[in-house]
């Protein structure tokens, strides 16, 4: 099975929409978004946004951490306290990124 084929082995269920097998599904880690206070979204660029914009459109508050922080960004150091974090960013932007302080 390569990208595009559309083949799984006989007798595998699939999701209807996105054909994923559903013991992939089944195995999903879930997180409670709402069960916590915020949730940081680094990175201001389309995905940083598009991300934004839902997450404050479900009603969760929202911190967005910037490499310039000014008016509604915060820095991005202040953004990796938060419990949940999404990385919007490049990957080439990674290595400059305090990934090191993500607490766990």
């Known amino acids: 099975m390569g990208f595009g084929d559309d083949s799984l082995p006989v007798g595998v269920e699939t999701n209807s929409r996105f054909g ?4 992939a599904m089944n195995n999903d880690i879930k997180v409670p978004i709402v069960a916590t206070d915020s949730v940081a979204v ?44 999404i990385l919007a960013v490049p990957t080439f932007s990674w290595p400059e990124m305090p990934l090191s302080k993500i607490q766990p």
């Open 20 to 23: 994923t097998p559903v013991s």
């Open 42 to 85: 680094i990175g201001t660029g389309y995905f940083g946004k598009a991300i934004t914009t839902k997450l404050v459109q479900c009603g969760i508050k929202v911190v967005v951490g910037s490499r310039n922080p000014a008016g509604l960004f915060v820095s991005i150091e202040k953004a990796l306290q938060e419990k949940i974090v």
